[in-house]
């Protein structure tokens, strides 16, 4: 079985601050990992995801996230906060032999001016 | 490329009632998701469809089902509904080809009264 965990229900920062929201997850096969962002009362956007290849992926609106294996972690970061980044996070997972993805349960992420 | 299409946007059903959501995935994409996320339980992933057939599927009861057209539309049934059944449902398509990123569709909220 495939997990994510997100272990902050919330993060704040300060704009022009860096920025990361945690995420460690649990596969039996090689992972395919992904991160989406969700702004409310819409659908989930796909910002990121690792493959393959290099640790350090890098997505949309200058986010970025760095796959460590033997943490089993795929933390996003982003070098400096907006406050339009504020949103509710999601890191999922995918076992390359599944179908589907498993999602932890969203870290909702506050910039404040 | 027009997005993932999703209706209703919005519905109100009582308690018993059932409900059939649709979902139209991005023209290509095979492959059609269904979660449900809730304040308390997050997304959960409901099942999976690829060319027709069921190839994922949650622990949901059975009165949640699905089905998958040969235009790759997919729906959703969901019968005999309990207010725990309030929730925003959200479709997703995905292309088998690539890495399975999911595009995600605006949703349909479901209020159960």
């Known amino acids: 079985a495939q997990s994510v965990a997100q272990p902050e229900d919330q993060v704040n920062v300060a704009e022009g601050n860096p920025l990361t929201v945690k995420c460690t997850y649990s596969?039996?096969?090689?992972?395919?990992l992904f991160w989406y962002v969700q702004y409310p009362n819409r659908g989930l956007q796909f910002l990121l995801k690792?493959?393959?290849?290099?640790?350090l992926v890098k997505g949309s609106y200058g986010f970025e996230a760095e796959f460590n294996k033997s943490q089993t972690s795929f933390h996003l970061k982003k070098p400096s906060a907006l406050v339009s980044d504020s949103a509710l996070y999601f890191c999922?997972?995918?076992?390359?032999?599944?179908?589907?993805?498993?999602f932890g349960d969203g870290t909702t992420l506050t910039v404040k001016p | 490329k027009a997005g993932v299409t999703q209706t209703p946007r919005y519905l109100i059903k009582t308690r018993g009632q059932q409900v059939t959501l649709s979902c139209s995935p991005i023209?290509?994409?095979?492959?059609v998701s269904w979660y449900q996320q809730t304040p308390g339980q997050g997304l959960q992933f409901l099942f999976e469809?690829?060319?027709?057939?069921?190839?994922n599927k949650g622990n949901f009861p059975g009165r949640f089902s699905g089905r998958q057209f040969s235009n790759s539309r997919s729906e959703m049934n969901v019968s005999t509904l309990e207010l725990g059944d309030s929730a925003l449902y959200l479709c997703?398509?995905?292309?088998?080809?690539?890495?399975?990123?999911?595009?995600f569709g605006e949703g349909s909220r479901l209020t159960v009264l």
């Open positions: 690792y493959i393959t290849g290099d640790n």
């Open positions: 596969v039996s096969g090689n992972p395919y």
């Open positions: 023209s290509g994409h095979r492959s």
């Open positions: 999922a997972v995918r076992d390359t032999n599944a179908g589907k993805s498993t």
């Open positions: 997703a398509s995905s292309d088998p080809r690539n890495t399975g990123e999911l595009f």
């Open positions: 469809y690829f060319s027709e057939t069921q190839r």
